[in-house]
């Protein structure tokens, strides 16, 4: 009988991320997240929904870096720790990761947009307003072409400058 118990404890002592994950990760944060919408407090609404926003950071960091993961024996533990002190109220790691680093990337318009793709300057590095769009169109297709454009919206009964079939004319 007592190999019994010494092989369920080893069991779960090696499968402890395994066993103790769902529930800090999950179901006490699932308890606390019901109970805060419960009170009138916005203080614990805050740090459960900063839980859950990093949760789902975590998730997708873990989705697709999974294989590399893989690789890295501690993860699991490491993870649970994390997980632990992002939930323990004690320690307000939600908090402290949402305000120094989550924040300051996503929130602060001073950061560097990747996809910032420059605009274009014509020759006179004018700006792109409506000034130089009809500037552009008088030089293209001369004055006359211009006013008859502006003459043509201003007709009763158009608001566009499409013919009938919704051709720009």
Partial sequence: MGSGVGSFLKVVLKNFDILAGPFISLVYPLYASIRAIETKSPI????????????????????????LLEWIPIWPYARLILMCWLVIPYFSGAAYVYEHL?????????????????????????????????????????????????????????STVFDEDNHYS
């Fill in 44 to 67: 614990d609404d805050q740090q459960w929904l900063t839980y859950w926003v990093l949760y789902s950071l975590i998730t997708l960091f873990e989705l697709t870096f999974s294989k």
């Fill in 102 to 158: 989550v924040r300051p990337v996503l929130v602060n318009p001073q950061t560097i947009n990747i996809w910032y793709v420059p605009r274009k300057k014509d020759l006179f590095n004018k700006p792109d307003d409506i000034l130089t769009a009809a500037e552009k169109y008088m030089e293209e297709h001369g004055t006359g072409q211009f006013e008859n454009l502006i003459h043509r919206a201003h007709k009763p009964g158009t």
